[in-house]
Each structure stands twice: as C-alpha cells, then as structure tokens.
C-alpha cells in the first residue's frame, strides 16, 4: 500500500505532465491511426464513458451520504452554481462570442456549448483537489435538470426564435452512467466495506481510490484526443479560435467564481465542490444538440472545446494549494 500512496502523490504531484503525455500520444495516434478512431468511435466513446464512471465511483464510495442532509440547511453553493451556469456564463460568453467568432455557425455553436453546463469530469475533479463531492453530485443533478428548460429559452433569442430540441434521452442517459450509477454502487460499496470490516478500510483504500481516478482522467484525456486527432490538422486555424476564446472565457470565470465564492462565504470545499462545474461543459451533449438542431459546423465549437478545457481545468486543480490558502486567510 505504501507503494500505492508513492505513485499516487507523484500522479497528482506531477499531473500536468502526465496529462500532456496524454495529449500528444493521443493527438499522435489519431492522426496515424484515424480510420481506425473514426471506425470504431462508438466503441471509444464507449471507453470515455466507462472512465468517466471510474473517476466518480472511487469518491462516491468516500462520501458518508448521512452528511447530505446538512447541505439542505444552506444551499447557498447549490445557488451560486446555478448563478454562474445561467446567468454568468451566458454573458461573458455573448460578449466573447461577439469580439472573437465571426462565423454565424461557429458563433451559435459557441453559444451553444457554453450553455450546456457540467462536464461528466466535474465530480472527479472535485474528488481530486478533496472538495464537496456531496454538494458537487447535488448541484451537477440540479444544473443538469435545468437544460432542458433553460437552453431554448436562450435560443429563442439568441437563435432568433430557432427551436431546438433537447436529447433528454441523452441527458438522463450520462446521468445515469456518471452520477446515478456511480452513487448507487458507490452507497453499497462502502456499506459492504464498513460492515465486513469498519471505517478504517476506507481510510486504508483512500490511496486506491484516488489512484483509480486519476488514471481514469488519463485515459478520458488520451481517447478524446485520439478521437479528434485528424480533425485537429484539418481545422488548426479554428482550434487556434477556440483555444483563445476558452483561455479567455476559463480565465475570466475561474478567477471571478474564485473571487466571488469566497466573497459569500463560502469555504474552499464548498468552492471546490461547484467551480469545476460551473466552468466545465457537457460537450457530448452539445455537440448531439449542434449536429441536429443545425448541422455539423455548428457542432465544431463543441467537438473543440475539450481539448482546451481538460487543459486549463486541470491546470487550476495544479493550482489547489494556492487556492486553499487563499480561503483559509481572513
């Protein structure tokens, strides 16, 4: 076990690194190998699920669910989440949408991603950096059921009266693989675990689990570039676009929920527990919504996205210790 808790604090320790080894050997071998990407999609984007689901079990299994109840008393993260996803980020995307894409189907693809909350990563990212799971699963539910009530109301303007029809089919589908799921097994894990031993095996498989994670996030990070390796070469001049508009808009939304949070009182767990998902989006999920509602250019903004996302998210989990010192000081 001590092994496991070496390699573990050197994965984290050292995560960016890791991660750009994932990026350029995916990147790599999508370009080599791109008909067998484009072939056997369905399978990868299978793979990406089924990691995504190892990221978030390991922490539900962490979570004492007797705790929940408490965040009932104040749901000021749940709301500040909300905020950031429907009110905040819509705006600075706007702005940003009209200073930098200039392409009318890029530009309601942009739109479009940006309204599209809570990447399936956000829990797993709260996991990392020891933030609420607990209020990360609550407000990833919350924003989620918001979707498709919200996303046409925007459209209706923004897409000057263009109806576009939700994947509710799709969206309960991921919550099921990477919220539902994950929270029912990870509930009976840890009722298995603390009756067949007590809570000490969970401390004792902490390292495990956090090893688990972090390899997951890897190998999301690696497929989703695998995928979009071709694409990357053929399009370079709007992945340059979009890499500047997201560092922009991750910059302008980090440090302002950063700044915000603590403004309203609210401690680092909490913070950490809503801010991966406030600033993260569902590109899966946009990119269906793109392809049927108006076709594939508009889907460009959304198949893009991720690459900068993963990037500059995982640079602010780097960021964690800073991050919890600046709450903890008065």
């Given at each position: ?18 991660s ?12 080599k ?33 007797l ?81 498709p ?21 799709e ?13 029912i097994?990870?509930v ?28 997951s ?90 690459i900068f996302?993963?990037i ?19």
């Amino acid at each position: 076990m001590n092994f496991l808790v070496r390699i573990t604090a050197n994965l984290k320790k050292y995560f960016i690194f890791y991660s750009m080894v994932s990026v350029l050997a995916g990147w790599f071998l999508g370009v080599k190998f791109s008909d067998f990407s484009l072939n056997h999609r369905i399978s990868f984007t299978r793979l990406v699920i089924l990691f995504v689901f190892f990221m978030i079990y390991p922490m539900m299994i962490n979570i004492n669910w007797l705790k929940v109840k408490n965040i009932a008393k104040d749901p000021k993260a749940i709301l500040m989440s909300v905020f950031y996803n429907y009110i905040l980020t819509p705006v600075i995307a706007l702005i940003l949408a009209k200073l930098f894409i200039h392409d009318n189907e890029l530009f309601l693809g942009f739109i479009l991603v940006m309204l599209i909350p809570v990447s399936s990563s956000s829990v797993g990212y709260t996991g990392i950096v020891k933030g609420s799971v607990e209020i990360a699963s609550i407000a990833q539910a919350v924003n989620f059921l918001l979707i498709p009530i919200l996303t046409p109301v925007y459209f209706h303007f923004i897409g000057r009266g263009v109806n576009i029809p939700i994947p509710m089919a799709e969206i309960w589908r991921s919550l099921l693989y990477v919220v539902i799921l994950p929270i029912i097994l990870g509930v009976i894990t840890r009722w298995g675990l603390v009756k067949a031993k007590d809570e000490k095996a969970l401390k004792e498989l902490k390292p495990l689990f956090s090893f688990i994670t972090l390899v997951s996030m890897l190998f999301v990070v690696f497929i989703i570039f695998f995928l979009k390796g071709k694409m990357l070469l053929t399009k370079i001049h709007l992945v340059i676009v979009m890499g500047v508009v997201t560092l922009i808009y991750l910059s302008i939304a980090l440090l302002l929920e950063t700044y915000l949070n603590k403004k309203v009182g609210l401690s680092y767990e909490e913070h950490m527990g809503i801010v991966f998902l406030s600033t993260g989006k569902n590109n899966g999920t946009a990119v269906a919504i793109a392809s049927l509602a108006f076709g594939p250019m508009v889907a460009v903004p959304a198949a893009v996205l991720p690459i900068f996302q993963i990037i500059f998210l995982i640079a602010y989990i780097h960021l964690e210790n800073l991050v919890k010192k600046y709450f903890e000081r008065k």
